[in-house]
């Protein structure tokens, strides 16, 4: 995942000519609440009958394999050391090993100051400045930042906290938008964070680490909120849009995610740009995991089943689902015993 | 006017909730004579699967008990048998044919059998532990703990309720979960089980009742390499062996077929089957 697209892609003017002045908290609150609002039953009745897809035998194999490769394995806890963080890069390089043929994970996702221990651990197949050839997949690392998860700190705070993350080699970093902000109208803040969020981004030779925005929508109420919210995200210049910390009940949910998904779409129908999505938190079975397949599938298309299009944020994800791709591979039924413990 | 009378549905036990059949299939249970009795779900391997998974996430609760609550827990049960006592007797004359007489004398002998178990709870570990004689300031400690999930294939024969209970008591003694398939051409007596169960004290998950045929359903459960211990008691009709070489494949505990009259006779030794020896070493207090 290298940022030159986005050298190109100029989101402050294309935003400015769409809400069709500067952008100040009255021309994004026009433009914003001017977005037609979501039938949420409509919403709910169709991500629910995405779910009932019965994917089965090749195409669940595929599934699997597919899952695997967009996971961004995640330890987001207090008592994270650098041996923790080892592990898990361990885990993300070699996430079966009793089957080589197990794909790698996408990322590792850390806390900023985990960012060098991740990065070291990862060595050559560390995405940028990796040395593993073509036909490897290598690993990115992403960096939650900005006072994740709350995002309540000032803004030179975190914007030092991101800059940090990048000075340490994330190739990622996942953001928290200002809800507090949000929530009391003053979508100008929120824009403007995320554009020098942004600007904090660029590393030492001009390219930009990719720029993931939480908008933790657990806690903006209202899948109308929701829509608004990605909408400002894009607007401003976030990669990839990402429902929540994890922190907050409740996280990721279908319907959320199938609602940004459609504001993906609509943004690339108008633009020509595509944007990420990633759902984060509450994802814990390759039965729901395959949901979201489904839905990508189906809301934008299954070129967004790629790892810099889709992602999962999970931990616990990962077991799961190799337990299913050991029920695949042996024919009998695996059990806990045989995969790690995170 | 004729009052039309209500069937039961006899469903599955599983993780303390009576779910019917993931794949939607039931078989019909008949009595002694072929007359239609009910129709009971017919579970799937995907149903013992969601049943291993209720029965790991039991184990820790269940093991972690005291031995003492598990017995009262366990004698409770006998109680609440005694309570159903009628419908066990109704359920076993219709399917086996038998007579009220000899019903009343199975479900006395199943209530005596779980309460002579219950009493092993706080007992068996005295007498299978042990404290080993060393050479050195140390205590040498063995003591017996529960496998883990255990997979029952209950007796098929006559005496549907006595077998089953034969079968899922010794298991439950050590703190094990259970998994039993059920007797395939009477069922009744083991969902009726799974109600008292889950009425009684016994968390949800540490026995788990499947229904359906057992030669469909073992080879899932032999293979599973989340179960821990395969009781055959009553896989004498199947390709045993077959199902031995893959619990195998996993190192699990299995105990052989029985079959006669004293087929999974009380004994402590179906306690023991189903325990791990554990030996500790701890130096001796300075005093």
Known sequence: MTS???????????????????????????????????????????????????????????AIDTIIGLI???????????????????????????????????????????????????????????????GVQRVHV????????????????????????????????DMVIDRGAFLAGRFGQVYDEIVAVKEACRRTDGTLAHLKVILETGELNTYDNVRRASWLAILAGGDFIKTSTGKVAPA?????????????????????????????????????????????????????????LFRFGASSLLNDVLLQRQKMTTGHYSGPDYVTID | MNRLAIPKTYKLYIGGKFPRSESGRVYEVLSHKGDFLANAAKGSRKDARDAVVAARSALSGWAGATAYNRGQVLYRIAELLEGRRAQFVDEIVSSEGVTTAVANAQVDEAIDRWVWYAGWADKYVQVAGNANPVSGPFFNLSVPEPTGVVAIIAP????????????????????????????????LSAI?????LATSDVPGGVVNVVTGSPAEIAPWLA?????????????????????????????????????????AAPALQRILAFTELKTVWHTKAIL
């Open chain 1, 142 to 173: 992403a960096a939650v930042a900005t006072a994740f998860p709350s995002g309540r700190a000032s803004l030179a705070i975190k914007l030092a906290d991101v800059r940090d993350a990048v000075a340490a080699g994330a190739d990622e970093i």
């Open chain 2, 156 to 187: 098929q024969g006559s005496e549907s309720l006595l077998g089953l209970v034969s079968a899922i008591a010794p298991a439950l003694v050590a703190g094990n979960t259970v998994v039993v398939v059920a007797n395939e051409n009477a069922p």
């Open chain 1, 4 to 62: 030159s697209p986005m050298a190109t892609y100029q989101p402050e003017r294309r935003a400015l000519a769409l809400i069709g002045g500067e952008a100040t908290d009255a021309n994004l609150r026009r433009y914003l609440h001017g977005i037609p609002g979501i039938d949420a039953v409509g919403l709910e009745a169709r991500a629910a009958d995405l779910g009932t897809r019965s994917i089965k035998t090749s195409s669940k194999r595929w």
């Open chain 2, 192 to 196: 009726s089980l799974g109600e008292v």
């Open chain 1, 252 to 308: 990721a949910t279908l319907p959320v995610t199938l609602s940004m998904l459609e504001v993906v779409r609509d943004w690339h129908r108008l633009t020509g740009v595509r944007i990420g999505v990633k759902p984060a938190g509450g994802i814990r079975t390759s039965k729901d995991a395959i949901k979201y397949l489904v839905t990508v599938a189906e809301t934008v298309g299954e070129e967004w089943l790629t790892p810099h």
């Open chain 2, 223 to 263: 293979s599973h390499a989340d179960v821990n211990a395969l009781d055959l008691v009553g896989a004498g009709d199947l390709d045993w062996v077959e199902l031995q070489i893959s619990a195998a494949d996993t190192l699990k505990r299995v105990l052989p077929p029985e079959s006669g009259a004293d087929a």
């Open chain 1, 72 to 134: 961004d394995l995640t330890t987001l806890e207090g008592a994270d050391t650098p041996g923790k963080v080892r592990s898990l890069v361990a885990k993300a390089l070699v996430p079966d090993p009793g089957d080589p043929g197990c794909p790698r994970v996408a990322a590792v996702c850390v806390y900023g100051d985990m960012v060098g221990a991740a990065v070291t651990a990862l060595g050559s197949a560390h995405a940028a400045g990796g040395t593993q050839g073509a």
